[in-house]
C-alpha cells in the first residue's frame, strides 16, 4: 500500500491565484511530514515540515500546509500563486527510524 | 553555508559500462544518503551511511550497485555493468544527529542524471 499518495499528478493555474497541491499518507502512528520542491536540474529544497507540533505550518515563498489527523492528510496551500512557484512539489513522510517515503510528486505549472 | 555537492550533474553511458557518481555532504554531517529518482516518481533509497558504515543497503541492488564512504566525509556511487533501467537521476542526500538522538531533515544536492543507452 502507498504510504504517501498525491492525489494530482498535475496542477496548473494562473498567476495570482490560489495553489492547492493534495497529498494523503498512511501511518499507524503520528509521522512527521514535509514538502519538498524541485526546480527543474536542481537540488531538492524542504517547503515546510510538520513534527507533531502546531497543526498549521507555515514555510517558505508564502506556503502553507495544514496536519489533518482524521483525514490523514497533509495537503499545501498558497494563496497567490507566482510564475516561480512552477515545479515539482514532494509530500514526504518520514518514518519512526527516519526513513524518507515520497509520494511520486506533483508538476505545477503557472499560467501567465 | 554550502549545500551537498555533487558530480557530475550529467552522464551518457552506453549499457554494459561502469559509472561513478561523486558526493560531498554539507559539513558536519553524518549522514549521508543516496537515492535514485526514475523519470516520474519520487526518489527510492539506495544506501544509507552514518559516518563511514553503512546503516541500510536494503534495496540497493548489490549485484551492481556499490556504494563507499571511506573517511566518513565524501561517498562515490558506483554502477557496474549499468543497464537500461538504472537511467534515472541520483540524488545524495545528508542529515546530522541532533542532541536527543533524532535527525534533522534532510538537504539534498542537485543530483547526477544519468542516461544509459
Known amino acids: 500500500a502507498q504510504s504517501v499518495t498525491q492525489l494530482d499528478s498535475h496542477v496548473s493555474v494562473s498567476e495570482g491565484t490560489p495553489v492547492l497541491l493534495r497529498c494523503n499518507y498512511s501511518s499507524s502512528y503520528s509521522p512527521s511530514l514535509f514538502w519538498y520542491v524541485q526546480h527543474p536540474n536542481k537540488g531538492l529544497q524542504l517547503l515546510l515540515k510538520?513534527?507533531?507540533?502546531?497543526?498549521l505550518v507555515k514555510g517558505i515563498n508564502g506556503f502553507e500546509a495544514e496536519f489533518k489527523k482524521s483525514e490523514t492528510s497533509f495537503h499545501l496551500t498558497k494563496p497567490s500563486a507566482h510564475m516561480s512557484d512552477a515545479a515539482e512539489y514532494f509530500c514526504v513522510k518520514r518514518s519512526n527510524d527516519y526513513k524518507l517515503s515520497f509520494g511520486a510528486g506533483t508538476t505545477v505549472t503557472v499560467r501567465a | 553555508e554550502a549545500g551537498v555537492a555533487q558530480s557530475p550533474r550529467y552522464k551518457i553511458i552506453e549499457k554494459r559500462q561502469s559509472v561513478a557518481f561523486w558526493c560531498n555532504p554539507i559539513s558536519g554531517h553524518a549522514t549521508l544518503y543516496w537515492y535514485q529518482q526514475i523519470l516520474g516518481q519520487g526518489p527510492k533509497l539506495l544506501i544509507q551511511f552514518q559516518n563511514n558504515g553503512v546503516v541500510d543497503d536494503s534495496q540497493l541492488p548489490k549485484d551492481r550497485f556499490s556504494a563507499e564512504r571511506l573517511k566518513g566525509v565524501d561517498s562515490t556511487l558506483k554502477i557496474q555493468p549499468a543497464k537500461l533501467e538504472d537511467s534515472a537521476v541520483y540524488l545524495c542526500?545528508?542529515?546530522?544527529?541532533?542532541?536527543?538522538?533524532?535527525?534533522?531533515?534532510?538537504?539534498f544536492g542537485p543530483g547526477t542524471r544519468l542516461t544509459v543507452l
Open positions: 510538520y513534527t507533531s507540533a502546531a497543526t
Open positions: 542526500a545528508s542529515s546530522f544527529k541532533l542532541a536527543g538522538g533524532t535527525y534533522n531533515e534532510q538537504f
